[in-house]
């Protein structure tokens, strides 16, 4: 919840391959005061069942710059797996993921709400504020 003196984020993320959330991805979350500043590394959450993630900290009063790092590669990882389980005829050597990790560091000002969405597949990602 951003108050006046501080922003909010939330997050959620959509793998586009499969056209449903993301479950059980790892997202961290950190912030800085200052474009100069040492990030600080404020907590984490994972994605739930509709690709989102309730419980992400707050943001101290005076931050400017927030990121956000999704560990994807080991959705991937478990993606291809239960794939293969199903198919192990259609086998691919080659990674689960293209990106193991994304980040994404955005501005922030206090008693704004940023939603940052993840549009996520194997080989490429993109990211908006969304509302």
């Known amino acids: 919840m951003s108050t006046s003196t501080t922003a909010s984020v939330s997050t959620h993320i959509l793998d586009t391959s ?11 979350l950190a912030a800085r005061p200052g474009r100069e500043a040492e990030w600080r590394a404020l907590g984490g959450s994972a994605t739930d069942g509709d690709g989102r993630c309730k419980d ?35 086998r691919d ?14 501005a922030v000002v206090p ?13 490429g990602y993109s990211v908006y504020r969304g509302s």
């Not at 956000?68 to 259609?90: C, I």
């Not at 689960?96 to 560091?105: C, D, R, S």
């Not at 008693?111 to 549009?119: D, M, N, S």
Request: negative net charge.
């Open 18 to 28: 499969a056209g449903r959330p993301a479950e059980g991805v790892a997202v961290r």
């Open 56 to 90: 992400l900290p707050a943001l101290p009063e005076g931050t400017t710059h927030v990121r956000l790092d999704f560990a994807v590669e080991s959705y991937f990882e478990k993606k291809q797996a239960d794939a293969q389980q199903d198919a192990p005829a259609n």
């Open 111 to 123: 008693g704004e709400h940023y939603h940052v969405p993840l549009l996520l597949n194997p080989f």
């Open 93 to 106: 050597s080659g990674p689960a993921v293209f990106f193991p990790e994304v980040a994404i560091t955005f």
